[in-house]
């Protein structure tokens, strides 16, 4: 059974500081989504990462893959108070036929 | 539209009712997928649709769920005898490939009283 562990669940960090949110999974995969949820609001995708090595880059929000590691990271750099939401990783276990499995999500809050 | 479209958006309904939720997906896309979410569980698979096929049913919680797709679009996801436990957000799919990514909905906030 694919396991999705997120790290940390809960992030409360100051405007301006860099962090990161890490992701393991438990079984071979080369297929990570790293999603944004606004309270109240459905899923925005952020990141489709592919392949190992993968990296990806939008504004101040950088995600990259190790499949040997069986690792994702999500770099935040200069953080400001509007990246404030949860963000989920997910992983597909292959052919799409057992969907996505979520990690539990990191709440973060960027305070002034 | 553009985006993948659910309703209704909330619904209370009393324990024991049947519910009805419905999804529309992007035009085009062939993968469809239910999700849940709630605060216990997190966010937990429920089926997969691809185009006409059949559906693995493998991943609904209980035999009182059951789900849908007309002419490889339209998806309804249908709780019988609803249960206090089934009071959560129904969130929806959509995906042209699985290198495309998931395009989500709105989702429905089902509430059993």
């Known amino acids: 059974e694919l396991k999705v562990e997120q790290n940390p669940l809960f992030l409360s960090m100051q405007e301006g500081k860099n962090y990161t949110i890490y992701c393991n999974y438990s079984t071979t995969s080369d297929r990570l989504y790293w999603y944004r949820q606004d309270p109240g609001k459905s899923l925005e995708s952020l990141f489709v990462?592919?392949?190992?090595?993968a990296v990806k880059q939008e504004g101040r929000l950088m995600a990259s893959l190790d499949t040997k590691a069986r690792l994702s990271t999500l770099h935040i750099t200069a953080a400001v108070h509007d990246l404030s939401a949860t963000y989920f990783c997910a992983v597909d276990s292959g052919g799409g036929a057992d969907g996505l499995t979520f990690g539990k999500g990191t709440h973060l809050i960027i305070q002034p | 539209g553009a985006g993948v479209s659910q309703s209704p958006s909330n619904k209370v309904t009393e324990k024991g009712k049947d519910v009805e939720l419905r999804c529309d997906p992007i035009s085009g896309h062939t993968a469809l997928y239910w999700y849940r979410q709630s605060l216990g569980q997190g966010l937990e698979f429920l089926i997969y649709f691809q185009g006409n096929s059949a559906p693995d049913k493998s991943g609904l919680p209980s035999d009182r769920f059951s789900a849908e797709r007309t002419g490889g679009s339209v998806s309804t996801l249908t709780i019988q005898r609803t249960q206090q436990e089934d009071s959560a957000v129904y969130l929806c799919?959509?995906?042209?490939?699985?290198?495309?990514?998931?395009?989500f909905g709105s989702g429905t906030r089902l509430t059993v009283v």
């Open positions: 990462l592919l392949s190992n090595g």
């Open positions: 799919a959509s995906s042209v490939g699985r290198l495309d990514g998931y395009t």
